[in-house]
């Protein structure tokens, strides 16, 4: 059975940090799939956060996050992570991981298959 397990959210102040990690199991994360980290905030659609290749060799980041947020993966783990800096107000969400075989780092949700079920991160003094 195909899983996917999110960790690390929480409640942070503006300035914090927070590392997420996903946790695979039924498959193996490695270079067959891509990966992407996705969030929703109450009343809006879910978006793209960042999203690594199944190659590695491209990464996506959106704009609100460029700088701040850095994806990784670890093969050996079977697991991803996202390390969030500076953290923000308005970074505060649901923060999802998915995979998908094969294919690059486009980070729309509809192209991702495997979804885990979310980790609520609240940034707010």
């Known amino acids: 059975q195909v899983q996917l397990v999110e960790s690390g959210g929480g409640l942070v102040q503006p300035g914090g940090s927070l590392r997420l990690s996903c946790a695979a199991s039924?498959?193996?994360?490695?270079?067959?799939?891509?990966i992407g980290w996705f969030r929703q905030a109450p009343g809006k659609e879910r978006e793209g956060v960042s999203c690594?290749?199944?190659?590695?060799?491209?990464?996506y980041y959106g704009d609100s996050v460029k700088g701040r947020f850095t994806i990784s993966r670890d093969n050996a783990k079977n697991t991803v992570y996202l390390q969030m800096n500076s953290l923000k107000p308005g970074d505060t969400a649901v923060y999802y991981c998915?995979?998908?075989?094969?294919?690059?780092?486009?980070?729309?949700?509809?192209?991702?298959?495997?979804w885990g079920q979310g980790t609520q991160v609240t940034v707010s003094s």
């Open positions: 998915a995979a998908r075989k094969g294919g690059g780092s486009m980070c729309l949700p509809k192209l991702y298959q495997y």
């Open positions: 039924g498959f193996t994360l490695d270079k067959y799939y891509a």
């Open positions: 690594i290749s199944s190659s590695d060799d491209r990464i």
